[in-house]
């Protein structure tokens, strides 16, 4: 049973400091699944204290007993994956396929890079007589999305155990049962009392508190850019360490002598996968003036391949955005773009045929959209894609980088080297050319109002390490 009602503090399921509880509801049906407790700031002083507590020790182990406990989290998750993809898929409305392959999988497959990061790294050098030592930074608080729940909590949670650090993390209240699962699989696989802590809650409460709280070391997030920066600035009194992934509005660039129907076609898969709510969504297709008419006929039919349903049928590619307010979101942002003139598709408002409940959203896509349109500027969250035209290369790039975002893009050419060169134009932390997508080892992170952080692999793990340098120590 997963203990829906209690928090994981210093190794035991502990009882909420003070009764408080939120319905966990179904995006498929609308329907109330089960109620989960929230948080208060005394629960967080709690897991904190556990943390700080373990620190010392858990500081001081070798990089052999932390490879031992990263493989034994990666055999007890290997083993619970159906339990994980089976609670994304009821909570955040992933397709079941979906959710076991990519999303559940994620989370298995930073523990594994960050297993074979830590059997290499050096976190000892020299510079002249200075031993340089990289230490772990302290106590991390580390608050997660919905949307990738599990990605996102393996993408903290291993590169902190890793470095030596203790931690406490805040799930998404929408998608609390793959963390408590999670948590199950830490306390099997023997992770050291008080190393991990868990305490579901909402951002104004559990959130505010631990990026306030003077023992927290390093506050990591991933989110909205406004509740980025919320933490932000709570965490400033206290000089604490701030890592962020935060919102984008990605370019996908298709120049003029790419294959087009294939560059459409999987730009609009990527786009509407886990239902258009991921922060790198290709969402800016950017294509040639001239071929602007071709790539919406491409584009619309690749839509109209798609079966938007339950969740747990087979036949499903799309399921539900994960909850009412963010439907109503989606909806506001279709009907904005039709208001300010861009030319609609395929899709639109209200639900898809043949649903009648549910938080579903038709796939959408808009073509003549202009970089005035709030469509083109603003993250909307959802399986709306902007299909807007470029005169010239040069012009595609100018289109590309104005936005305040800048987390991902992506380009396509006939020529790898044209591509290489758009590439390295585009300002943003991660760029895929030719349809290659990121490697679990690169990193991952943002330019501008998309964050200030980097995850994943060795680059991931150094986050949380505060760097030493001892002044005279190979003096002999």
């Known amino acids: ?10 190794g035991i399921w502990t009882e909420p400091a003070s009764p408080n ?4 509801v179904n995006p498929a049906n609308e329907e109330t699944m089960y109620e989960i407790a929230l948080g208060s700031k005394a629960d967080v002083d709690a897991a904190v204290d556990a943390a700080k507590r373990s620190f010392k020790d858990f500081s001081n ?22 339990d994980i993809a089976a609670s994304i898929s009821d909570e955040m409305g992933a397709p079941l396929g979906l959710a076991d392959r990519e999303h559940a999988a994620a989370g298995l497959a930073h523990f594994e890079t960050i297993r074979s990061v830590l059997e290499k790294y050096s976190f000892e050098d020299t510079i002249g007589s200075s031993l340089i030592v990289r230490e772990p930074i302290g106590v991390v608080g580390m608050i997660t999305p919905w949307n990738w729940p599990m990605n996102q909590i393996g993408a903290k949670v291993a590169p902190a155990l890793a470095a030596g650090c203790s931690m406490v993390l805040k799930p998404s209240e929408f998608t609390p049962s793959c963390a408590l699962i999670f948590a199950e699989i830490l306390h099997e696989a023997g992770v050291p009392r008080g190393v991990f802590n868990l305490v579901n809650g909402l951002g104004p409460e559990v959130g505010v508190a631990m990026s306030e709280h003077p023992d927290i070391d390093m506050m990591s997030f991933t989110g909205s850019t406004r509740a980025g920066v919320d933490v932000a600035v709570r965490s400033a009194a206290t000089v604490k360490r701030v890592s962020q992934e935060l919102g984008g509005k990605s370019p996908n ?23 258009g709510q991921s922060c790198d969504a290709p969402s800016r297709m950017i294509v040639p003036a001239a071929k602007m008419r071709e790539a919406a006929r491409i584009a619309k039919m690749a839509v109209e391949q798609m079966k938007v349903g339950d969740p747990r049928a087979v036949a499903t590619t799309h399921g539900p955005v994960v909850n009412r307010t963010q439907w109503g979101r989606i909806q506001a942002w279709i009907e904005r773009g039709l208001a300010d003139g861009a030319t609609l598709v395929a899709g639109g408002t209200g639900l898809p045929e043949g649903l009648n409940k ?11 959209v202009t970089t005035d349109m709030a469509i083109a500027q603003e993250e909307i969250f959802g399986p709306v894609l902007v299909l807007m035209k470029a005169e010239d290369e040069a012009h595609a790039i100018r289109i590309a980088n104005d936005t305040p975002y800048g987390l991902a893009g992506y380009v396509t050419s006939g020529s790898v080297e044209r591509a290489r060169n758009v590439a390295r134009q585009v300002r943003a932390g991660n760029v895929n050319i030719q349809g290659v997508f990121a490697d679990w080892a690169a990193p991952f992170g943002g330019y501008k109002r998309s964050g200030n952080g980097r995850e994943w692999g060795k680059f991931g793990m150094e986050e949380f390490l505060e760097t030493k340098a001892i002044a005279g120590y190979l003096i002999e």
């Open 1 to 10: 049973m997963v203990q829906r009602m209690k928090f994981y503090i210093d």
């Open 21 to 24: 509880r939120m319905a966990v």
């Open 61 to 82: 182990t070798s990089r052999d007993e932390r490879l031992a406990l990263l493989g034994r989290v990666i055999d007890v998750y290997r083993s619970r994956i159906a």
């Open 253 to 275: 660039i298709i120049l003029d002598d790419a294959d087009l129907e294939q560059a459409v076609a999987s730009g609009v898969a990527y786009m509407m996968l886990n239902t």
């Open 358 to 368: 549910g938080y579903y959203v038709r796939p959408t896509i808009f073509a003549d």
